[in-house]
């Protein structure tokens, strides 16, 4: 019997949908299968607890890593958050066309900017000038947060515009109509409308950051210690892979999967998040 184009074409999507799904299951197996023998070995307290990273001595301590990762990207949204909004807001909403007709082809254009190249920007750029303006010597958590807040920005200025512009024109209409002013209207109006697409923007943005490592590597000073400030030096967990995987074998590579699997979950977990928030437009009106 011989099968409609219609029928053909949907089987080759089924297949393509179940090997992407295969491979996502292959490399979860693989990750788990490499970096769970030292878990068992050591104690998940002492990995996931422990302060000190010393390979030669056995000890695996992987909390200055979590630390330093969770520091860097809370610093990229402090920095990158406002900064993006403000500017979807502004190119949605009160840009002249020709202004905005230049701006969103340069952020397009950040958006495919190699990662090291903005490394390569902080190291020479940023480093020296908070080395000279707030002290320390410049790798430092501010540092990566700052070349992370820049690379964040074109993920979160395209999707909370597209957000913004998806709100009825019915809504904003209304408002201005009852006599409220083009800032009422967006603070309380447009921007509840649209608070899903942003939300969703910022989870984006944050696993992005989470997720980054050669731009880390270059202006964070990769020391395996808890910062106890903005300006002391720190390690990611993907910079922490990239440096070690080199050279480790035995319990260290073993360890080096383990940090592999903590940022697997921690990804995982946030783009779960993305798939919890309303996509409707106006589900904060309805709730």
Known sequence: MRLRPEKTIEIFLLLSALTAILIFLLICVFIFIEGLPVIHKYGLKNIMGGNLWDP??????????????????????????????????????????????????????????PSVVYGFYGLVVIVPLIRELLGGMGFSVLSGSIVLAIMI???????????????PKEFKKGSLALGANHWQTIKTIILPAASSGIVTSVVLGMGRAVGETMAIVLVTGNVAIIPGSFLDPMRTLTAHIAIETGYASGDHASALFTAGIVLFIFILILNSLVLLIPQKVGDSFEN
């Open 56 to 113: 030669v001595n056995s000890a695996f301590g992987l909390l200055p890593m979590i630390m330093g990762s969770v520091y860097v990207a809370a610093g990229s949204l402090i920095i990158g958050v406002p900064l993006g909004i403000g500017c979807a807001i502004f190119l949605a909403e009160m840009a002249p066309r020709q202004i905005a007709g230049i701006i969103r082809p340069a952020i397009g254009l950040l958006a495919g900017i």
């Open 153 to 167: 920005l074109p993920t979160i200025i395209t999707i909370s515009e597209h957000s913004i512009r998806a709100v």
